[in-house]
């Protein structure tokens, strides 16, 4: 594992010609391309441009919902290209003559009742949200401002085992590290799963993840794997960095996700994304 220098003071590359050997670029949103508190440098948007300009496909690959990626698509300034949302269960093409301004590809769902039950059980004082894709969530308790996009809509636990969803989130009470355990010793089984930085966890369709996404948009594109990137700094990322030829760990990822990972940058803080970006140019 190597690490990859931090962008120096002046960032923007600027437009170079068109690349003969184009990259599959998959990034990750949140720590990665914007700051926890949401912000994104003009750096990190240049450095993204630069890229897509060189001919490079930059694919952004999230936990977030389609919905809740779309604002991210904007403020990059993205007209075309390909989102991996709800990590890994929706694929779907940026289309700005769409209402939502994307066209769903792949929808992949699972039955939330045994593993909702089990949780239910586990974390009686916790809020769990059912994904509603492209219109927000059905939510046992109503989350914070700012936490979920879209309509919150209130259900009980059983309302919510009868439907066939892309996405269950769990949110905690506890600390990070006593929810981690928790979960750990709860043994779900038959779901794929990645805890967040905080007492957070995605439930997903079994066998599904951002690397499971990302390959059958490879093939469909016919992109050599040996030009795949893959930058994301979270629990859910560690398996896209282990997929890329070329996978890389944000400076602030966990250790686990770091030592997946072939290069580790700087921090979202330090525009870390940005030299790696820049290396393709």
């Given amino acids: 594992m190597s690490e990859v220098a931090l962008a120096p003071e002046s960032t923007r590359i600027g437009p170079t010609n068109p690349v003969s050997e184009p990259w599959l670029v998959a990034l990750d949103i949140d720590g990665t391309i914007i700051d926890f508190?949401?912000?994104?440098?003009p750096a990190v948007k240049d450095a993204v441009r630069d890229v897509r300009d060189a001919g490079?496909?930059?694919?952004?690959?999230?936990?977030?919902?389609?919905?809740?990626?779309?604002?991210?698509?904007?403020?990059?300034?993205?007209?075309?290209?390909?989102?991996?949302?709800s990590n890994g269960a929706v694929t779907a093409h940026i289309d700005p003559a769409a209402d939502p301004g994307y066209v769903l590809?792949?929808?992949?769902t699972f039955d939330p009742g045994p593993v909702l039950r089990l949780l239910a059980a586990e974390f009686p004082s916790a809020r769990f949200a059912a994904e509603d894709l492209g219109i927000g969530f059905h939510v046992t308790q109503k989350y914070p401002d700012g936490e979920l996009m879209g309509r919150q809509i209130l259900a009980s636990v059983e309302e919510l085992c009868g439907r066939s969803i892309t996405r269950l989130i769990v949110r905690g009470d506890e600390s990070p590290e006593a929810f981690r355990e928790h979960v750990i010793?709860?043994?779900?089984?038959?779901?794929?799963?990645f805890i967040g930085h905080t007492?957070?966890?995605d439930v997903s369709p079994p066998g599904t993840s951002k690397a499971t996404?990302?390959?059958?948009?490879?093939?469909?594109?016919?992109?050599?794997?040996?030009?795949?990137?893959?930058?994301?700094?979270?629990?859910?990322?560690?398996?896209?960095?282990r997929w890329a030829a070329r996978g890389v760990a944000m400076g602030q990822a966990p250790a686990a996700v770091r030592e997946a990972a072939d290069?580790?940058?700087?921090?979202?803080?330090?525009?870390?994304?940005v030299p790696v970006l820049h290396s393709l140019l």
């Fill in 263 to 273: 290069e580790v940058t700087g921090s979202v803080k330090e525009d870390g994304l």
């Fill in 37 to 41: 508190d949401a912000t994104m440098t």
């Fill in 213 to 241: 996404a990302l390959e059958k948009l490879r093939a469909h594109l016919d992109a050599p794997h040996q030009r795949t990137l893959a930058v994301g700094d979270g629990d859910n990322d560690t398996d896209m960095i």
């Fill in 105 to 108: 590809d792949t929808v992949i």
């Fill in 56 to 85: 490079h496909e930059v694919i952004l690959a999230s936990g977030r919902s389609v919905l809740a990626m779309m604002p991210i698509v904007r403020r990059l300034g993205l007209e075309s290209g390909w989102l991996v949302a």
């Fill in 185 to 193: 010793s709860a043994g779900l089984a038959d779901v794929s799963y």
């Fill in 199 to 201: 007492a957070w966890m």
